[in-house]
Nanobody, 121 residues
Framework: QVQLVESGGGLVQPGGSLRLSCAAS????????MGWYRQAPGKQRELVAG???????NYPYYVKGRFTISRDNAKNTVYLQMNNVAPEDTAVYFC???????????????WGRGTQVTVSA
């Protein structure tokens, strides 16, 4: 069984910063790509950032230059540093990872339950 657990969400003022973490645990063989998505009320889930096992990153235009994704492979953890946040960044943030488990030795995509980020004065 593999689990992803996010932490670090909360209330932040516009222009402020927040750091999200997501730790993977369980029967993990290897972790490939990891990433963050978000979903605001009434909107579709959208990509925030992605990172490969080798450390290559990609960002959509609406967060590029403000958000930074990183990972600690020794801790099976992915981070999202959010700087200069705006009210439109308010959403539930989900982490995701492609993981090869030790039970069946096949890759699957796993999702965390999400952490709320609210940007408001």
């Amino acid at each position: 069984q593999v689990q992803l657990v996010e932490s670090g969400g909360g209330l932040v003022q516009p222009g402020g910063s927040l750091r999200l973490s997501c730790a993977a645990s369980g029967s993990i063989g290897s972790i490939h790509a990891m990433g963050w998505y978000r979903q605001a009320p009434g909107k579709q889930r959208e990509l925030v950032a992605g990172i490969t096992s080798g450390g290559s990153t990609n960002y959509p235009y609406y967060v590029k230059g403000r958000f930074t994704i990183s990972r600690d492979n020794a801790k099976n953890t992915v981070y999202l540093q959010m700087n200069n946040v705006a009210p439109e960044d308010t959403a539930v943030y989900f982490c995701t990872a492609v993981i090869v488990g030790l039970t069946y030795f096949k890759s699957d995509t796993y999702w965390g339950r999400g952490t709320q980020v609210t940007v408001s004065a």
